[in-house]
């Protein structure tokens, strides 16, 4: 049987975690690396923070 491919998407912001999620059922392996834990949209953080975003 043939080894899967593995594929390495380097950043997870919005194009790496786009690609991720393209790739989700294609027959590979995928390994997302970034440089932190977790997943920041700067633009949205000053909009939180002078609480110009609505809420439901
Ligand atoms: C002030 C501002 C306002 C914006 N407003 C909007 C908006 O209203 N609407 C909109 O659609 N877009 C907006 N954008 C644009 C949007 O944020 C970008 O187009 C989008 O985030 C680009 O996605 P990306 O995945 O290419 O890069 P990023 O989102 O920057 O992701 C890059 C990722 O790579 C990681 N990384 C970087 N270097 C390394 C390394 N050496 N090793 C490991 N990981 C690494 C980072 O941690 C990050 O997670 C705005 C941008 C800014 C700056």
Do not use: R, S
Not at 19 to 48: E, G, R, S
């Amino acid at each position: 049987m043939a080894e899967q491919a593995q594929v390495v998407i380097l950043g997870g912001g919005f194009a790496g975690m786009g690609a991720a999620v393209k790739l989700k059922h294609a027959p590979v392996k995928i390994t997302l690396i970034d440089q932190n834990d977790y997943h920041t949209f700067q633009p949205l953080l000053y909009q939180l923070a002078t609480a110009e975003m609505e809420f439901d």
